[in-house]
């Protein structure tokens, strides 16, 4: 059983940084991969990043966020991280944290394959 609760969200301006966090409850947490998804008022939920616990922490992104936001993990603290960078007015959305044994390096972006989710946090951003 996995836990998430995602902080750091808010009210920014077009061009400026947020930094979100997922803390996560459980002894298993390096074992998840952890993604970040978000959803906008009338549309469906979306991928937006993920980090793998294989690898080396492989990372995937959406091509809408490729260069602006980076996900990060950090095992001994049990969080996961989304650095977002030069952000845009169409980044508004709620962004939900997400935990999941079952992810693969095809399927990551897949909402499905994750069994756990945070509440969410707004992200607001003003043009």
């Known amino acids: 059983q996995v836990q998430l609760v995602e902080s750091g969200g808010g009210l920014v301006q077009a061009g400026g940084s947020l930094r979100l966090s997922c803390a996560a409850s459980?002894?298993?947490?390096?074992?998840?991969?952890m993604g970040w998804f978000r959803q906008a008022p009338g549309k469906e939920r979306e991928f937006v990043a993920a980090v793998t616990w294989w690898s080396g922490s492989s990372t995937y992104y959406a091509d809408s966020v490729k260069g602006r936001f980076t996900i990060s993990r950090d095992n001994a603290k049990n969080t996961a991280y989304l650095q977002m960078n030069s952000l845009k007015p169409e980044d508004t959305a709620v962004y939900y944290c997400?935990?999941?044994?079952?992810?693969?390096?095809?399927?990551?972006?897949?909402?499905?394959?994750?069994?756990?989710w945070g509440q969410g946090t707004q992200v607001t951003v003003s043009s």
């Open positions: 997400a935990a999941g044994l079952a992810v693969t390096s095809g399927n990551y972006y897949v909402t499905g394959r994750y069994g756990y």
């Open positions: 459980g002894r298993t947490f390096s074992t998840y991969t």
